[in-house]
């Protein structure tokens, strides 16, 4: 356990920091073996586990607040702030309970003699591999403002991208839910009153609405175990999604789905380029760069090409030679990456190379919704001439008889 101390030297300066022993008295010995008089030991308070497990899956941490996080630090420690303090400063700026409480830990790392590095490494869902190799970095290379400053662009532009995909998506995901909502609310409730006339008329119905008001009497009467039916068909996909397996093959659907394929295709390629350039130009090497990047790529496909790129390294190949042999990476991608490996600048070629993908990924964004608008007038519009011919063709013979 972890207690916080207030005790003098020998030159009768009092000295504040905490200490890790196993009860106070321990805390005690251990403090006078260092030539300091206790004045203060407390027992510091803890979050218990369980409370900040539920912190970390109500709130979690996203790309906007770890952005924030670096950027702050960042400008602290540029004006010669401590990282300890800097790292307390930030605490207090902090809205999210559950980022407060990993910074603290952090900090009581830190003041326990723990490299930044290896205090972050130890709340992986927070900080990722890749934040925590680039300070490493620049804890071995003396420059920790020059990484962090790093760190907080990438995360900014990883938000940026994260973005893009939630808003491309937006729109035809609130279409498709409205419209199996209110199709239910139709099929349920309003189709059965509508057949129940034509029942009652007692005319020949043709087979497509015999069908029909065949579907609409059994969703009237088991709606409840059509409603079950779809909690469990979208629990089971979302459990499968989860699995290494269900990840590669919606990955792979992903790919091939026209026009949203390009963009998940540009934005991966822009968060390659992009993280792999900032942890070149932050001294990390090639081999371990590309493994760091397969993790953070979001993609079990672009996951599988990097780290045979990252095994064609460790060999003395090229990346660039996996690349063209892989169809999920444009010719002129493997090209522009040739050309950087040959002009020793691969870090300013990966940067062009994000930025001319995440243009790319602007500019499908900006069009998505309008080239997405008509597919999806038409299925809706062919959804409701169908429900209408079939109710009022019926309606329209015994008007015809009379």
Known sequence: MKFSFQAKNSSGDIREGKIEAINSNAAVTMLQEKGLLPIMIEKEKEIPGIIKTLLHLWNGVDLQELSVFFRQL????????????????VEEQTANPYLKAVIREIVSDVEDGLPFSEAMEKHPDVFPSLSVSMVKAGEISGNLQR???????????????????????????????ASMII????????????????KDMNVEMPWYTKALMWVGNFMSGYWWAIGLGI???????????????????????????????????YIYIARFAENLSVLLSGGIPIVRSLIIVSE???????????????????????????????????????QMIKIGEDAGKISEILKNISAFYTKETDRITRNLSTMLEPILITLLGFCVAVLVFAILMPIYNIAGSI
């Open 74 to 89: 960042a400008t602290l420690i540029e004006a010669k702030v401590s990282i300890i303090s800097s790292l307390r400063a």
């Open 147 to 177: 990484s962090v400053l790093f760190l907080a662009d990438n995360s900014e532009k990883n938000y940026e991208l994260a973005s893009k995909v939630k808003s491309a998506m937006f729109y035809p995901i609130f279409v498709l839910s």
């Open 183 to 198: 199709g239910f609310a139709v099929f349920t409730i309003v189709l059965p009153k509508l057949t129940n006339i034509l």
């Open 231 to 265: 909690i469990f068909l979208v629990g089971g996909v979302a459990y499968y999604l989860k699995t290494e397996e269900g990840r590669r093959v919606w990955d792979l659907i992903k790919m091939k789905i026209p026009i949203i394929g390009s963009l998940f295709q």
């Open 296 to 334: 953070v790529v979001n993609s079990t496909v672009y996951e599988s090409i990097i780290l045979r790129a990252a095994d064609e390294v460790k060999t003395g190949g090229s990346m660039s030679g996996v690349f063209a042999r892989s169809s999920h990476f444009p010719p002129i991608v493997a």
